[in-house]
């Protein structure tokens, strides 16, 4: 089983940027379609960004389309979001995660059998 850590999370003023960061050990990374997913207080995980085993397909929740940046280096075991044009509502812990269920939707937290520790993100108007 991959072994996931997220770094990167911070406060920031509305408009600034942030990367998170997800090291992986364990199985080898790039045998698995990752992914990342938010959780504000009182609501439900909610699905941000996926990316394919060698980068080549990615996919964004709506909201996040055009500011959010999903990408890996397989070499370094490690994925990353880039996250410009900051927001409020972008305020949430961010966690990363290792699709294990094949045929599972990409965008289900059902999918997905291995879990960071989860990297808090505040955005400050």
């Known amino acids: 089983q991959v072994h996931l850590v997220e770094s990167g999370g911070g406060l920031v003023q509305a408009g600034d940027s942030l990367r998170l960061s997800c090291a992986a050990s364990?199985?080898?990374?790039?045998?698995?379609?990752m992914g990342w997913f938010r959780q504000a207080p009182g609501k439900e995980r909610e699905f941000v960004a996926s990316?394919?085993?060698?980068?080549?397909?990615?996919s964004y929740v709506d909201s996040v389309k055009g500011r959010f940046t999903i990408s890996r280096d397989n070499a370094k075991n490690t994925m990353y979001l880039q996250m410009n044009s900051l927001k409020p509502e972008d305020t949430a812990v961010y966690y990363c995660?290792?699709?294990?269920?094949?045929?599972?939707?990409?965008?289900?937290?059902?999918?997905?059998?291995?879990w960071g520790q989860g990297t808090q993100v505040t955005v400050s108007s």
């Open positions: 364990g199985r080898t990374f790039s045998t698995y379609y």
């Open positions: 995660a290792a699709k294990t269920v094949r045929i599972g939707p990409e965008s289900s937290p059902r999918s997905y059998g291995a």
């Open positions: 990316i394919s085993w060698t980068g080549g397909s990615t």
